[in-house]
């Protein structure tokens, strides 16, 4: 019987392959969301976006297994 530790190790591999197949298309993402968001807040908010995405953007190339110490707490 599989554990919790197991599905959950599957799941972050299967997040992984995901991330590696298809990196460039949640980066495109990311960046127009910010767009649009930024748009609409008419700049109001943009450090705060900008931060935001590049945490994004860190957290998928620590899935991607990208660099060393990337991820949603490494600093902009």
Not at 58 to 75: N, Q
């Amino acid at each position: 019987m599989d554990t919790i530790k197991d599905k959950l190790g599957l799941a972050k591999d299967k997040a992984g392959h995901l991330a590696q197949q298809h990196g460039g298309k949640i980066e495109s993402g990311l960046d127009k969301a910010a767009r649009t968001v930024d748009s609409k807040t008419h700049g109001k908010y943009t450090e705060k976006i900008d931060t935001g995405v590049h945490k994004a953007k860190g957290a998928l190339d620590h899935l991607k297994g990208g660099k060393e110490g990337a991820g949603p707490d490494t600093p902009a």
